[in-house]
């Protein structure tokens, strides 16, 4: 279980779509010709624990999504509730959808799946108090700068890398079916030094819009060929 923070904001994030320029800040869109693998493990990482480039394979079903009611004259809302981040303290890693059609629909009509991008910045030098699952006081270095959260929509045809030590929510599927992705990244198999968690309770959400409109949000660029 991650550790849980003693604080959090209230914020309401509007997803915008996944573009190169706007989502530099925290990795790369990933779009031809290619998104390079970063090794920071030598001499960076406290063990000293040589690294592997790693690539794996996973499923990612629909997430759940909350409806918030706006009133008798407006409609409900859909809303995705964040409530933990991970981090990669020494490696980029980048997650390739191996489904997804670079097309808007699928058969049917039916509205081809998103996934939505959560980063936030790391306050660099700065520490967090936290308590793990006994119930003890921890600090959490280098914690998500949870006042400035994105959240950014990505389609078929595109693909997203995380930047080295870059906090971000597990992978989410917005829609009616899973989205398989490829995952390439560096590890060396000590558990903090391959992965850093932060879990936090009620308070970020991102707002996905109106109640059965999911999916029209503006579109961005594809950015990857169907050849890739």
Excluded at 14 to 27: D, I, K
Excluded at 112 to 133: H, R, Y
Excluded at 149 to 165: D, H, M, P, S
Aim: proline share 8%; aromatic share 8%; with cysteine.
């Amino acid at each position: 279980m991650a550790p849980i923070l003693s604080t959090n904001p209230t914020v309401t994030l509007t997803p915008v779509p996944l573009t190169p320029e706007n989502f530099a800040q925290f990795g790369t869109a990933v779009y031809s010709p290619i998104s390079p693998l970063l090794d920071r493990y030598t001499n960076a990482c406290p063990s000293g624990q040589p690294s592997e480039a790693r690539m794996t394979m996973f499923c990612c079903f629909p997430r759940n999504l909350r409806t918030v009611s706006t009133g008798p004259q407006l409609s409900d809302r859909e809303v995705f509730d964040v409530r933990i981040l991970e981090r990669h303290p020494f490696t980029n890693q980048t997650f390739i959808p191996v489904d997804l059609s670079a097309h808007s629909k699928v058969g049917d009509g039916e509205e081809e799946p998103l996934f939505l991008v959560v980063v936030a910045p790391t306050l660099k030098g700065k520490t967090a108090t936290a308590k793990n699952e006994a119930g003890e006081t921890v600090t959490i270095r280098d914690p998500p700068d949870l006042n400035n959260i994105k959240a950014f929509v990505a389609r078929g045809g595109q693909a997203v890398t995380y930047g080295v030590g870059t906090w971000h929510a597990p992978m989410v599927v917005l829609g009616r079916r899973r989205v398989d992705f490829v995952v390439v990244q560096f590890v060396n198999g000590v558990g903090d030094e391959d992965c850093q968690e932060a879990a936090f309770g009620e308070g970020v959400v991102v707002d996905l819009g109106r109640k059965g409109q999911l999916g029209r949000v503006e579109k961005g660029p594809r950015l990857w060929s169907a050849k890739l």
